[in-house]
């Protein structure tokens, strides 16, 4: 069982930084994959951003690509996502994800575990 809670959203000018972070609790969370993912009103839920359990691979959506860096200290039980050059289409909801799983996996249903979500707003 994991347990995840997402922090770090905010209000912030287009152009502008935020970095989420995401908790987890449990011992199995060094074998998992993490993910992030967003869904803005109205929207399905999107795919953003994976890395693999020891984070030697890493995966990113093509719209965030460049922008956004994914990354995870396992010994600290937490996953991040730096975020630049924000833009207001990224604004949405964006929830964090445990699948179990040896590779980076990009679809939703893959993932078992999910954080409540953290509000991120791209003011223009």
């Known amino acids: 069982q994991v347990q995840l809670v997402e922090s770090g959203g905010g209000l912030v000018q287009a152009g502008g930084s935020l970095r989420l972070s995401c908790a987890a609790s449990g011992r199995t969370f060094i074998s998992y994959t993490m993910g992030w993912f967003r869904q803005a009103p109205g929207k399905e839920r999107e795919f953003v951003a994976a890395i693999r359990w020891n984070g030697d691979n890493t995966y990113y959506a093509d719209s965030v690509k460049g922008r956004f860096t994914i990354s995870r200290d396992n010994a600290k039980n937490t996953v991040y996502l730096q975020m630049n050059n924000l833009k207001p289409e990224d604004t949405a909801v964006y929830y964090c994800?445990?699948?179990?799983?040896?590779?980076?996996?990009?679809?939703?249903?893959?993932?078992?575990?999910w954080g409540q979500g953290t509000q991120v707003t791209v003011s223009s």
């Open positions: 994800a445990a699948a179990n799983s040896g590779v980076v996996v990009t679809t939703y249903r893959r993932y078992t575990y």
